[in-house]
Every structure is written in structure tokens, then in C-alpha cells.
């Protein structure tokens, strides 16, 4: 069965860092692009950060410019994303998704086509 399980999320302070992990079952996980979105409440989803796992492109949204880094691990089948210097908008859900590696490019990740999605994990940033 094909499935991602998220991990990592939780309450940080402001400035402070977290580390979310996605890890993929079930599908060739170089054949895909894995990523996050994240939705605040009353806010449309964003995508945050992507990498192919096929070429290594990766894409990051400006808000998280220089503050997140996203990596791959094949032999684990596991995306991470590093999360520094937290901010209060920062706080939301935040869903890792898997779409075809092509998906991620330096124009953005967008939610339509993507082809596995994870139940998603909270991130609060208190100020």
C-alpha cells in the first residue's frame, strides 16, 4: 500500500527549529517529487519545500528562503525538512505529498496532481 507517514511536528518558540520527516511506502521513490504544504487556519494551502528524487531539484517558497532546507534520503526512502529560526507564521498544518518528480521545479509546488498525500502534522511557533 502506498502511503506517507509525516513525523516531527509539535511547539517550538520563536527562533527555535524543528525537523519534519515524510517517509514513503509503496512506490519507486525516485521516480517522485516529495514535498510540503502547509495551511494555516483561514489561509489556502501553500507549498512550502520540494525536492525530486530524481534529478535533486529542489524549490523553496520566499517566505522560508534560508530558513528551511529539505533533503532526501534514498536509501530510507525519507524527505526532511529542516525547519530554523521559526516564526509565529509559521504555525500550521503541514502535509507532505508525493507527485510526479517533474512537479518540483523553480516555479513551485502546486497541491493539483499530486499522487499520495499524508495525514499531516502541526506546527506551532509561539512568540
Known amino acids: 500500500e502506498e502511503q506517507l507517514v509525516e513525523s516531527g511536528g509539535g511547539l517550538v518558540q520563536a527562533g527555535g527549529s524543528l525537523r519534519l520527516s515524510c517517509a514513503a511506502f509503496g512506490f519507486i521513490f525516485d521516480d517522485y517529487a516529495i514535498g510540503w504544504f502547509r495551511q494555516a487556519p483561514g489561509n489556502e494551502r501553500e507549498g512550502v519545500s520540494c525536492?525530486?528524487?530524481?534529478?535533486?531539484?529542489?524549490y523553496y517558497v520566499d517566505s522560508v528562503k534560508g530558513r528551511f532546507t529539505i533533503s532526501s534520503d534514498n536509501a530510507k526512502n525519507t524527505v526532511y525538512l529542516q525547519m530554523n529560526s521559526l516564526k509565529s507564521e509559521d504555525t500550521a498544518d503541514y502535509y507532505c505529498a508525493a507527485g510526479p518528480h517533474y512537479y518540483c521545479s523553480d516555479y513551485g509546488w502546486e497541491e493539483y496532481g499530486m499522487d499520495y498525500w499524508g495525514e499531516g502534522t502541526l506546527v506551532t511557533v509561539s512568540s
Open positions: 525536492i525530486s528524487n530524481n534529478d535533486g531539484n529542489t
